[in-house]
């Protein structure tokens, strides 16, 4: 719990240090239903929680943007979108709380990183479009980018994959 206080804390304070407007950061919560799959259409950065309740998203930044952020059920998969094509990068940040995570597909320049070690047996990642993603996990990860696509290694642990297309 201290590590998600302290996560939290950390993520609302870059947020505020790097907004481009005098308007003060918030945050708003969202409940949805269990989901194993997650689709990121969208210029924003999204910060994956592996948690005991999934679920449970949060968007920090600013307020008058939280309206511009979709999420939409479809069976197993909650798909992020935004109704505006614009860059919300450092302006809004979604906090996305998981359990078993199986797939996260990347569009549109989203950048999404684990803000713990996601403890799934795998999972496969889609990038596309100029998308980065940062992950750990306990299992192994299947990454699967497209021909431009630049994947670049900090670390290659057992258990990671990579295929390009």
Known sequence: MKLKTLFAAALFVTTTAFAQTTE????????????????????????????????VIYLVGEPKLFDDIAFKMQKNELQISAKKDMNYKSRVTIEVHVKD??????????????????????????????????????GDIN???????????????????????
């Open 24 to 55: 003060k950061a918030q945050t708003k919560k969202i409940q949805l239903p269990i989901f194993t799959q997650l689709v990121i259409d969208a210029k924003i950065d999204v910060v994956l929680i592996d948690d005991a309740e999934p679920g």
């Open 101 to 138: 995570l199986a797939k996260v597909s990347l569009q549109k320049e989203a950048l999404v990183f684990s803000g713990n070690t996601l403890r799934s047996q795998k999972i496969n990642v889609y990038i596309k479009e100029g998308s980065k993603a940062s992950l750990a996990s306990t």
């Open 143 to 165: 990454i699967t980018s497209e021909e431009d696509t630049e994947l670049v290694f900090l670390r290659k642990t057992p258990g990671v994959t990579v295929v390009n297309r």
